[in-house]
């Protein structure tokens, strides 16, 4: 009995000490010969197949793969077991059913781009950075998943979307959660379209200083502002939406793993997904890299198609290109290798991306603007829009209920803000296509407008405050 207990005692210890120290993982074969050159005790190579290869390594070889290669993410992905590697390497993704995607919500997201808030991706980003470090193993990597879950509910309360619940999803090989949001379909809620980015960030320099401004807080803004924006102008999808905020990824894509494996053990019928992780560093000449490798090409395409509609010039113009990046070079490869559709636009070509990246100088600074994370911003609502469809609920009051008031009266709008508690800086009509027709500056509480150049029928006036925050209501023309 004795002799079982310390050999017990003894096992536990050696297993605990693995799990921190030692793990099994995948990576490009290329890397894992180098590695196995430079530094042999530190990573052995169990099985090679293809252009891949699975390891069992230390956290120094994963360091070290960092230094070698030109590498955004870990490089490598993460396996619980050997069995799990092994299966990896043979394991050819599912071939599933592709639902067509097609551009036809103009309306909508004429409405859309005119309500995203760059300044509301800055104060997120520079929220984020604040905690310091969001290492998955940190208190404070923890903290910043229970603060985004909460943030996400009170967005979801403002703009009184019952149809939206947050969760976080606990991982079995970290500590740290992700957080999920999904917005109920209200016609086909068992098709899900998902964006995500991750909230964890690392530091070469020790884990205790890992700002991640760039990467990744700009990625999470992004998906935050890109939500945000399709509640204010009230769109219900039809398919359900999921935005997620990924634990780990920084140790070999952790969380998104563990959470498209269930996804795809259960059968969840995932339309789309698109990764945002990284998107306010303006390293080149044009603003969107979409990542070919570990990437869905047709979805590459669709995403492509969408900025030559929406983006291609005028306010909102956005230009592209494409560029590679690498081996678990972030979480669209989890989507990827479960057989899901799954796209990575990225904020520069791979080569010209923010250097600062995984060192205590990711900071916000570095940029010093979010207008490169606004043009994400955009092209993540477009694609909920397109690929979830759905309705916006004209007329919606989004918040400050009762204290705004418009009419139509003849050939004048007849306006009051006098009872609102925000100050209203601009009143906007828009028609029922979803197009602005008017705006005009609120000098005075009250006032009128002359709307004898619109036509008659229905209209919406959305009363904009200098934060950003509106109240819209409907009026009609005789
Ligand atoms: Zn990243």
Redesign the pocket.
């Known amino acids: 009995m004795r002799i079982l207990l310390i050999f017990l005692t003894f096992f536990t210890i050696n297993s605990v000490a693995q799990q921190q120290d030692r793990f099994y993982a995948t990576m490009n074969i290329v890397d894992a010969n180098a590695l196995k050159i430079d530094i042999p005790e530190e990573i052995d190579i169990i099985s090679t197949q293809g252009n891949e290869a699975a390891v069992y390594m230390s956290t120094e070889a994963a360091h070290k793969l960092h230094d070698r290669i030109l590498v955004?993410?870990p490089g490598y992905i993460f396996k619980a077991s050997e069995a799990e590697a092994m299966k990896a390497l043979v394991e050819k993704p599912t071939v599933r059913t592709r639902m067509p995607l097609t551009i036809t919500e103009d309306a909508t997201v004429a409405q859309v781009l005119e309500v995203i808030n760059t300044q509301n991706i800055e104060d997120h980003i520079l929220e984020l950075e604040d905690y310091g470090t969001r290492f998955h193993t940190t208190a404070t990597g923890t903290q910043a998943a229970e603060d985004l879950k909460t943030k996400w509910e009170a967005m979801a309360a403002l703009y009184n979307r019952s149809d939206v619940s947050v969760r976080l999803f606990n991982h079995s090989s970290t500590n740290m959660p992700s957080v999920i949001m999904t917005i109920e379909g209200s016609e086909l809620p068992d098709e899900y379209v998902i964006v995500g980015g991750?909230l964890d960030s690392t530091s070469s320099q020790g884990n205790n200083d890992a700002p991640g401004a760039d990467?990744?807080a700009s990625g999470i803004a992004t998906i935050t502002e890109a939500t945000r924006a399709l509640f204010e102008i009230g769109f219900v999808p039809k398919r359900t939406i999921e935005v997620m905020a990924y634990a780990a990824?920084e140790v070999g894509l952790v969380g998104s793993a563990e959470i498209a494996d269930e996804y795809s053990d259960t059968n969840v019928n995932v339309v789309a997904v698109t990764q945002f992780?990284?998107t306010n560093f303006n390293g080149s000449a044009n603003d969107i890299y979409f990542i070919t490798d570990f990437t869905d090409s047709t979805l590459n395409s669709y995403l492509m198609d969408l900025l030559d509609h929406y983006n291609a010039s005028g306010d909102h113009a956005i230009t592209y290109s494409t560029s590679l990046c690498n081996y678990g070079c972030?979480d669209h490869a989890s989507w990827t290798n479960e057989g899901f559709m799954a796209s990575f636009p990225f904020e520069a070509s791979f080569a010209q991306r923010n250097g600062n990246i995984h060192t205590p100088n990711d900071t916000y600074t570095v940029s010093g603007t979010a207008d490169h994370a606004t043009k994400f911003t955009k092209l993540c609502a477009e694609f909920l829009i397109e690929t979830a469809k759905g309705e916006t609920v004209l007329g919606i009051t989004t918040i400050d209920e009762n204290s705004v008031f418009a009419v139509i009266d003849g050939n004048i709008l007849r306006y009051d803000a006098s009872a609102a508690s925000v100050y209203y800086k601009s009143i906007q009509v828009y028609d029922v296509t979803g197009k602005k027709v008017a705006e005009h500056a609120i000098n005075e509480k009250q006032g009128t407008i002359d709307v004898s150049r619109l036509s008659s029928g229905v209209y919406v006036a959305n009363f904009v405050s200098n934060s950003g925050a509106t109240a819209a209501m409907k009026l009609s023309k005789k």
């Open positions: 955004h993410g991750h990467d990744d990824e992780d990284m972030s």
